[in-house]
């Protein structure tokens, strides 16, 4: 079961860059991403409708049955433990629905097609809803998918396993300005000091004892960063005899 090993996970997502790098175009204005309070989160029981009609918030891509299935999923590959929340706390699915609306947009067909693929995999093999499984044969099933022995996936299912769990690190671990990472607790969770334009040497001295404390600021709470900025130079760059710099 390496994909909900954290261990693994954490020197899988440790070793790339902790920031997910987009178009500057490619999602709206910053939104605030609060975490769910216990006992809110997706339903992880009951079928797929029931968790339809509980939907707490507008979507931007997927539709509530999507959703209410791709969080329960996220939940499996990054379950909360004692080392702490997992991917429904840091709005991983929200992320995912967030970006197929702009720099994953290419992949909104092949989500609509492998989650449901996934679903009927699970009633086929399992004799019920993803949703409604227990824990443990959710993770079967998963196991089943990334070893690309589920059957009913258009090329494969080991394919969409790849691209979700992808997607799902990017959830946790990147910026939270995209979405995913709420209260920046993909980030506390690899020990990430966050976001530094200017590291003095005593910074630099706590980092290397892991005495630096986070700071959670998001790349895009610094002016160099801004999309605002981004939109400006651009126009500056199209401008005639007007500079970037």
Not at 112 to 140: E, I, K, M, N, V
Not at 146 to 168: P, Q
Request: aromatic share 8%; proline share 5%.
């Amino acid at each position: 079961m390496t994909f909900i090993s954290r261990r693994d996970l954490l020197k899988r997502a440790a070793a790339a860059p902790v920031a997910a790098v987009f178009p500057a175009t490619a999602f709206p204005a910053r939104i605030d991403n609060p975490v769910p309070a216990a006992g809110t989160v997706a339903a992880g029981h009951g079928d797929l409708m029931a968790g339809a009609l509980q939907a707490k918030e507008p979507l931007e891509t997927l539709t509530a049955i999507e959703m209410d299935l791709l969080d329960v999923i996220v939940a499996r590959l990054i379950p909360a433990d004692a080392n702490g929340p997992g991917a429904t706390e840091a709005r991983v699915a929200h992320y995912i629905d967030r970006a197929l609306g702009g720099a994953l947009a290419a992949s909104r067909q092949a989500y609509a097609a492998g989650l449901a693929a996934l679903d009927r995999y699970a009633r086929a093999s399992r004799g019920a809803p993803f949703t409604t499984l227990s824990a443990t044969d959710q993770d079967s099933v998963l196991i089943d998918v990334e070893a690309g022995a589920a059957t009913g996936f258009t090329g494969g299912s080991a394919a969409f396993f790849r691209m979700l769990l992808a997607h799902t690190h990017q959830g946790m671990f990147g910026d939270p300005y995209y979405g995913g990472n709420a209260n920046f607790i993909g980030w506390d969770l690899l020990r990430y000091p966050g976001v530094r334009t200017i590291v003095s040497t005593a910074d630099q001295q706590r980092l290397e004892s892991n005495a630096l404390t986070p700071n959670h600021k998001s790349a895009y709470d610094y002016d160099t960063f801004t999309k605002a900025s981004a939109a400006a130079s651009r126009r500056g760059a199209e401008t005639p005899g007007t500079s970037q710099y």
